[in-house]
Nanobody, 117 residues
């Protein structure tokens, strides 16, 4: 079973930066990777996604502040978060559409990001 391991969450003050990383537990073919987040009392939402070709999509709320990137050789993905705001506070989840006998979506356990004002 493939697991996605996130790291890099924590607590920062508004205006600060954090860098999240996502690493699969085994090497598999991966198409699209993405970061989602879920704040208390709210639905999980897409933050950013990146295809194997490097095409990216960002939700409007993070455009110009967050940068998603991936290393296809290592199957790793990062999310550089700058100019953080209190409204960015959430649990951030890594997801990957990968093949390990069949195409399916894999999810990480989530990492907490807390931004204080």
């Amino acid at each position: 079973q493939v697991q996605l391991v996130e790291s890099g969450g924590g607590s920062v003050q508004a205006g600060g930066s954090l860098r999240l990383s996502c690493i699969p537990s085994k090497t598999i073919a991966i198409n699209t990777m993405a970061w989602y987040r879920q704040a208390p009392g709210r639905q999980r939402e897409l933050v950013a996604s990146i295809t194997s070709g490097g095409d990216t999509v960002y939700t409007d709320a993070v455009k110009g502040r967050f940068t998603i990137d991936r290393d296809n050789a290592k199957n790793t993905m990062t999310l550089q978060m700058n100019q953080l705001k209190p409204e960015d506070t959430a649990v951030y989840y890594c997801t990957a559409h990968g093949w390990d006998g069949a195409w399916e979506d894999y999810w990480g356990q989530g990492t907490q990001v807390t931004v204080s004002s």
